[in-house]
């Protein structure tokens, strides 16, 4: 038993079983973090550069896209130290400062996706209204109590794990999570699961009845509606119900890695469910949308096209 007084770091077990293969593992992460970056500041460009589309719509995936970066930089840079590190440890104020960004990414990601949602429920529903509902002030209102709920949540919820005294200091994930961390406690934590009850139920309830409830409207116009506005309104969800499944997959992929015993599963697998929440949205977000949104598709290639007469002009 180690008293938590004398836990400066935590030892990350995983990176124990990675072998002499790690730099092939570090080559493959580091790829992936580029591109994970790339496509998603790609989107900000195109939404920032593209006046046609400063519309809530596109303002919502902007920050989901923001909201991408920030949750794989949480993680990313720590994986690419620790799998060419020889200690396999992250200190004590890392790992906090770890739990804290990957909880609050986590949150926003669904409080974002609720946003989304409501948006086109308006859109929908409400066509003739929806710019004097969802106008400028409406919308920063709504895009900052997406952020501060989560962020004020989570700090509270990461205080309270920081205070908890600690018998251990062996996490068994490549990277710290708030349930790897009290796991090593060694007191009584009924009253700190009633918050982490509570926090739960802010960060799950809310979104996931602002989603059902748009998308239970969306599906009433539609069945009232015509061939045509069904195939519009079909096509203006399916961009965020793939997304929103991404989501939901990744969530269920968390739960059985972080709640069940996992240790009769191969390493790799192990690995992959544990970093897919914090992997596959961000890198699959910006395709989603880029490839099934016509909006953004012609503005992509008007992009290129400026770019290639600007690259043109720069030659001669």
């Not at 909006?295 to 992509?300: H, L, N, T």
Request: hydrophobic residues 50%; proline residues 4%; glycine residues 2%.
């Amino acid at each position: 038993m180690e008293n938590s007084s004398l836990i400066m770091s935590f030892i990350l077990a995983p990176y124990g079983e990675i072998g002499s293969i790690k730099y092939l593992y570090f080559s493959f992460v580091f790829v992936l973090y580029l591109v994970i970056i790339s496509v998603n500041v790609a989107l900000i460009l195109i939404i920032h550069v593209e006046r046609s589309l400063h519309e809530p719509m596109y303002i919502y995936l902007c920050c989901l896209a923001i909201n991408g970066l920030f949750g794989s930089t949480a993680i990313f840079p720590s994986i690419l130290v620790n799998l060419i590190s020889v200690t396999m440890e992250i200190s004590q104020l890392s790992c906090f400062i770890q739990i804290f960004c990957i909880h609050t990414y986590c949150f926003a990601e669904f409080t974002n996706l609720a946003l989304m949602g409501y948006d086109r429920y308006i859109a929908i529903c409400h066509a003739l209204l929806y710019h004097n509902i969802m106008n400028l002030s409406k919308m920063y209102k709504l895009i900052f109590l997406s952020w501060v709920l989560p962020i004020c949540v989570i700090t509270v919820l990461t205080v309270l794990t920081a205070q908890l005294p600690l018998c251990g200091r062996i996490i068994e994930k490549i990277y710290c999570d708030n349930y790897s961390v009290v796991k090593l406690a060694c007191t009584d934590i009924n009253n700190y699961n009633i918050y982490g009850l509570v926090s739960v139920f802010l960060s799950i309830f809310p979104p996931l009845l602002i989603i059902i409830y748009s998308y239970v409207k969306i599906l009433q116009v539609s069945l009232n509606a015509s061939k045509e506005s069904q195939a519009k309104a079909l096509a203006t969800c399916t961009p965020h119900l793939i997304t929103l499944g991404n989501f939901f997959l990744s969530v269920c992929f968390e739960v059985i890695q972080s709640r069940f015993n996992m240790h009769h599963v191969p390493y790799v697998v192990r690995v992959i469910l544990s970093v897919h929440i914090l992997i596959f949205p961000p890198l699959l977000n910006p395709i989603i949308y880029g490839a099934n949104t016509q909006k953004i598709k012609v503005c992509f290639k008007r992009l290129l096209k400026r770019m290639r007469c600007h690259t043109a002009i720069a030659y001669y």
